[in-house]
């Protein structure tokens, strides 16, 4: 590693305006959405620590850095005492010490006592914190801020975990990103609609004269709602769908992240790529870890396990485990869901099963489907305390189904109090249509596509309003 290369990376060591030159700001200027992570606010920007930035690839993490950085130069923070350097091409733990002494070297020439390193990507490197932990522990880096990202949750945590009196005495060390909810979706498209009008609102308690005022703009939602199912919440597949440019290829990025990811972490190309297939199979539909494995190419359940194990702690699924509502514990050998967390991966996981997304979307029963697996993302986003560990092991968000098959969508877990959600995508709601709400828990929400009533503790509310609460 020379001077020359980390220069390369770091250009506006030599000139502050040429963070505007770099290609992630110039993508972001052009891009046909304006969206920025609410991270971009939050994230502490002194100090001294180890804080972590999680997400799929593609969601944005990289620009994240890009826009934190052109942010600290604007702030008139000494261009020279922030080091970017993305590990995509370095695999071992003490290229991050040689990197960060070459910076080193290169900072004690203006004299620069502090300074925040965004190292990107950085689980790229087995046993990263090897590295940082030699760096606090020698005193080379002891008052630098390092802001670290990564693609895998457990990959991350762990090593992150490995970092104990290390991390700083930041309120919060660990952030995730994750792909847009439908609010935020909004929000891109300057929709002339009231969408805040529920922000802080209970939605399991939703007042209904605020529902009700809102329906006059359900066309409105409506429509944004379909092409929000089309695009998913990745923003560079919603860019590139405004833009009217080739979706194939997005689909086929996503492909490839997630074949990179298994392929690096020294799995099966073909047991992934069957396991996504069954996935599509499954879908909306609950299995045991064996009934799962049926044309799978992977004989083993355990085999099974740890590839949908994995999908779900680098963010692209989720799984939903059966909650006893009688005894409030969760029953880790009933049968459970495997639910894909955005439309842009069920249109990868479609695709690969020779279908077309779009033509299934017309479909009332396939579309049904998907929009349970948008309600899970929205109700992770929401009600899981530590979302950036993955969405293998959820802590809050459950299902339930009954000896005879009786089943409630979703089972919020709050404390030692349960809260149902039943999906009733269709018109004319009746009360048979919720009868297992009411005599089951005697409480809940049902999702409809039109309807909003109040029966007691039981509330309709209509998708496309139900997803504003989030």
């Not at 439908?182 to 609102?201: C, D, M, R, S, Y």
């Not at 409506?222 to 590139?240: A, H, S, V």
């Not at 809940?444 to 309807?451: A, E, F, M, N, S």
């Amino acid at each position: 590693m020379n001077e020359a290369m980390l220069l390369q990376q770091n250009p506006w060591w030599e000139s502050p305006d040429a963070i505007e030159k770099d290609s992630k700001i110039q993508d972001k200027e052009k891009s046909a959405i304006d969206y920025i992570s609410n991270i971009f606010n939050e994230i502490p920007l002194e100090g001294k620590g180890v804080l972590t930035i999680r997400g799929p690839r593609q969601i944005g993490k990289s620009t994240l850095l890009k826009l934190l950085i052109k942010k600290l130069i604007k702030n008139k923070i000494d261009p020279r005492s922030i080091f970017y350097f993305s590990f995509n091409l370095l695999d071992k733990p003490e290229q991050i010490v040689e990197v960060y002494n070459q910076y080193k070297d290169f900072k004690q020439g203006f004299n620069i006592k502090n300074d925040i390193a965004l190292f990107d990507e950085i689980t790229y490197i087995k046993n990263w914190q090897l590295g940082i932990k030699h760096l606090i522990d020698s005193g080379i880096a002891k008052d630098t801020l390092f802001i670290v990202t990564g693609s895998c949750s457990t990959e991350l945590r762990r090593e992150a975990e490995k970092l104990p009196g290390r991390r700083g005495k930041h309120k919060k060390w660990d952030y995730v990103m994750l792909p847009l909810t439908f609010k935020e979706f909004l929000k891109t498209q300057k929709a002339n609609v009231p969408i805040e009008l529920f922000e802080g609102e209970d939605l399991l308690h939703p007042d209904i004269y605020k529902l009700k005022s809102i329906e006059i703009y359900s066309e409105k939602l409506e429509n944004q709602l379909n092409t929000y199912l089309k695009t998913g919440g990745f923003p560079f597949f919603i860019d590139k769908f405004f833009k009217g440019e080739d979706l194939t290829s997005g689909i086929n990025t996503i492909r490839d992240i997630i074949i990179g990811d298994f392929e690096r972490a020294g799995k099966d190309r073909s047991i992934l790529l069957s396991i996504l297939q069954r996935i599509y199979e499954t879908i909306g539909s609950r299995y045991s870890w064996n009934t799962f494995s049926d044309n799978v190419e992977a004989e083993a359940p355990a085999t099974v396990k740890e590839y949908v194990h994995l999908l779900g702690d680098s963010f692209f699924t989720g799984i939903l485990r059966f909650l006893d509502i009688y005894k409030n514990n969760v029953k880790f050998k009933k049968d459970k869901k495997i639910d894909v967390l955005d439309p842009l991966v069920i249109n990868l996981i479609t695709m690969l099963s020779g279908y077309d997304y779009f033509t299934m979307l017309l479909q009332p029963e396939f579309k049904s489907k998907v929009i349970e697996h948008v309600i899970l993302h929205h109700l992770i986003r929401k009600y899981e305390e530590m979302p950036e560990y993955g969405f293998s092991n959820l802590n809050n968000v459950f299902y339930w189904y009954s000896n005879r098959g009786k089943e409630i969508d979703f089972i919020l877990k709050k404390a030692r109090s349960i809260y149902p959600i039943e999906v009733k995508y269709k018109n004319n709601i009746r009360k048979s249509d919720y009868l297992n709400l009411k005599l089951v828990l005697r409480k809940g929400i049902i999702v409809t596509k039109k309807d909003i009533f109040k029966d007691n503790s039981i509330y309709g509310i209509p998708l496309e309003i139900f997803l504003l609460f989030f």
